[in-house]
T-cell receptor
């Protein structure tokens, strides 16, 4: 079955700097890759997603890149702000099948 | 749109009791709902996939007789933790996929925090 690895587990950056979180997946059939932001005790919130027919997608300060050959995808947050502090999860799925989540990255943005 | 609710949001129970958690899609129909469990500082672990009108599909290592799932309608799925024990204490989150939707997106409920004493 699918296995998703995520790095780093924790990431601390200064406000205004960029943050990059990387994930690798094992199932070459996976074709949907969402990223979620989860604040303590809250539900995961979709912040951006990408499908396998696209190599990059951007939404304001957030971007995701996908390398199908290497089976990895990354989340890029530019101009980080303290309110970006949260736990971020990547996930992968095949079509409309179940999502398999990465282990999470705790991002801290210091003012 | 695409709002998912869960009830209760928090429950504390004694060891040995059963607890039912409801997951509802409020403004859409969901043929498929998913149940996750999340321990502190850990990721979401899929427990089972719930399809309306059929038996749930459980992930490896999840006891189907302990975690009973019923998806009786296109807007409601329930998870019953039977004979709960302290090790079952966790954050339980459901998600739903829009019926007939072209996308893969899952919409998450707010979660239920279960504490078993």
């Amino acid at each position: 079955g699918e296995n998703v690895e995520q790095h780093p587990s924790t990431l601390s950056v200064q406000e205004g700097d960029s943050a990059v979180i990387k994930c690798t997946y094992s199932d070459s059939a996976s074709n949907y890759f969402p990223w979620y932001k989860q604040e303590l005790g809250k539900r995961p919130q979709l912040i951006i997603d990408i499908r396998s027919n696209v190599g990059e997608k951007k939404d304001q300060r957030i971007a995701v890149t996908l390398n199908k050959t290497a089976k990895h995808f990354s989340l890029h947050i530019t101009e980080t702000q303290p309110e970006d502090s949260a736990v971020y999860f990547c996930a992968a799925s095949v079509g409309t099948d179940k999502l398999i989540f990465g282990t999470g990255t705790r991002l801290q943005v210091f003012p | 749109g695409a709002v998912v609710s869960q009830h209760p949001s928090r429950v504390i129970c004694k060891s040995g009791t059963s607890v039912k958690i409801e997951c509802r899609s409020l403004d859409f129909q969901a043929t498929t709902m998913f149940w996750y469990r999340q321990f502190p500082k850990q990721s979401l672990m899929l427990m089972a996939t719930s399809n309306e009108g059929s038996k749930a599909t459980y992930e490896q290592g999840v006891e189907k007789d302990k975690f009973l799932i019923n998806h009786a309608s296109l807007t409601l799925s329930t998870l019953t933790v039977t004979s709960a024990h302290p090790e079952d204490s966790s954050f339980y989150i459901c998600s739903a996929r829009v019926r007939g939707g072209a996308g893969n997106e899952q919409f998450f409920g707010p979660g239920t925090r279960l504490t078993v004493l």
